[in-house]
């Protein structure tokens, strides 16, 4: 994944003010390598500094201070809900620690909020920062329990233990991102034996395999094999790469376990995730599964 340069256009789905603080688009120590979630944090200061700026800590989030550099963060947020956009790369601000689903490198991985203050709540503050981490949320395709405070990546920290209710509240006022619409079965799925379905969800999978990118300023676009740069689609984290191929892992270890996995089911619940933007026609692919099956019987 290269610097997160839509970041900007992604905290303005929250609705809230955003301020981009200049040449934030090539700040950063390096590329991220996926945005997996949000840690949130505080910078640790009082309402006594500069009481008259809504963000007094910008200089030392963007440029750093003695013994790390900057940036040590990707997004500030200020006194009265306003957002600043400060690094669209990797950014100092986790630490050691761990995730479950992100594992232990956390800037290159999750997004880093510093939010203007020690524990002590605004009310701008308190209305803002989970939207900003929603906003976050629907844009990168990450769930809601991958928003998570300084003080659950690493027990060194305390931020942001204070906020009413806990994370537990604050993951509740994010909510989850939409859930994706299925795409129409065409009343044949129900209707598939096991082994149709197998070959029903090799062949989505087939295709979707077979789909290359390439990842340029305005987002991933789709370009043939063998393109410079091309990526298949499958290990693209903004293309929910990394959710299609836990989820498949996951599905192919219960059905070692002896569960029975409705492997067309499955293909249409990943499909609909929409990250893919495979358009798939399951009346064609079901008609290509009898077919087959008509042939084998022939044969």
Known sequence: MPYLTDLAQAAR?????????????GRGHGPMSSVKGVVCHWTATGPAVRPGEDYPSLGIVRDGRAGLPGPLANLGLGRDGTVYVIAAGLAYHAGEGYLAGVGANGNANLVGIECEGSGTWPAAQLAAYPRLCAALSAHYRFPAARVIGHSEWTSRKIDINTWPGGMARFRAQVGAPPTPTPPQEDGFLSALSSSEQRALFNRVFGFCRQRWFVTGPNGPREVAEGTKGATPATALDTL?????????????????????????????????????????????????????????MVG
């Not at 789905?13 to 688009?25: A, F, I, Q």
């Not at 959710?243 to 376990?257: D, F, G, K, Q």
């Not at 293909?267 to 042939?295: P, Q, S």
Request: proline content about 0%; hydrophobic content about 45%; glycine content about 8%.
């Open 13 to 25: 789905k929250s609705g809230l003010r955003v301020v981009e603080c200049g040449s934030w688009t």
């Open 240 to 296: 929910d790469g990394n959710y299609l191929v836990e989820r498949i892992a996951a599905a192919e270890a219960a059905a070692e376990a002896g569960a029975t996995i409705d492997h067309a089911r499955l293909a249409a619940e990943l499909t609909a995730r929409g990250g893919l933007k495979v358009e798939i026609d399951y009346a064609a692919l079901a008609k290509a599964v009898n077919d087959d099956a008509a042939r084998r």
